[in-house]
């Protein structure tokens, strides 16, 4: 089972500050953490490979600092993960984001394995749009559940996962076929502890690092 998790490094919002003349958020100086939501989907894709086996690859799109929290990723039991960096993703939008994650996910198929389920965060806590998730499942043509809890169950053998969502006025329960993907919210597991030989064997792993041309994506 290959899963793949999409992550993203935010500001600290404890620590925030926001520019008192353009009203935007002043991301020098701030420290940086892993999405909170990313963290809820990485814990589940982890708990999936643990029960049914197989790999999970982490996927971060920004600059070469992001790879701080590919290393963390890693550090938490993650098997690879793979950095998509380059100066013509500056200030991209939801949709460009979405555009080039789609294509990272797909080479990161080609080269590794297709995915069968990729997890995001429901959302950022930086932007709130909740948009790129099913931007990427609409670019590769995915299943997506969205605003999911937790995983109730998979049937490798009949390439199907069921779970269990929330919803205006309750919890859904959903049967879906495999590849899909899902986006978490916080739900009933907690992120792990990463040992200390995780954290020492993140610490010398290679980060595998794309940049635009490398995945695919052209002007």
């Known amino acids: 089972m290959h899963i793949v998790v999409s992550i993203k490094q935010v500001p600290d919002s404890a ?6 003349v353009t009203n935007t958020i002043m991301r020098q100086g701030v420290p940086t953490i892993i999405n909170p939501y990313d963290l809820f989907a990485l814990e589940e894709a982890l ?9 999970v690859t982490v996927l971060t799109m920004g600059p070469p600092m992001a790879e701080d929290s ?12 793979v950095l998509l960096t380059d ?9 460009a984001t979405s555009f080039a994650l789609s294509h990272a996910i797909a080479k990161i198929g080609e ?6 389920v990729v997890f995001t965060g429901k959302q950022t806590i930086d932007g709130d749009t909740a948009q790129v998730g099913p931007g990427i ?15 109730a169950s998979i049937d490798l053998a009949a390439r199907e996962i069921t779970v269990e969502r929330r919803c205006e006025g309750g ?6 076929s495999l ?20 954290a020492l064997c993140a610490a010398r792993s290679r980060i595998v690092k794309w940049s635009a041309a490398e995945a695919g994506i052209e002007d």
């Open 15 to 20: 620590q925030i500050r926001v520019h008192p």
């Open 47 to 55: 708990r999936l490979r643990d029960a049914y086996g197989g790999e």
């Open 70 to 81: 590919l290393r963390k990723a890693l550090g938490y039991g993650a098997d690879r993960a």
């Open 87 to 95: 100066r013509y993703f500056a200030g991209s939008d939801t949709l």
């Open 111 to 116: 080269t590794f394995g297709p995915p069968d």
């Open 137 to 151: 499942a609409k670019r590769l043509d995915l299943v997506q559940l969205t605003y999911v809890a937790k995983i």
């Open 171 to 176: 919890t859904q329960k959903l049967k879906s």
């Open 179 to 198: 590849p899909c993907l899902i986006t978490m919210l916080e739900g009933t597991n907690e992120m792990r502890r990463g040992s200390i030989e995780d």
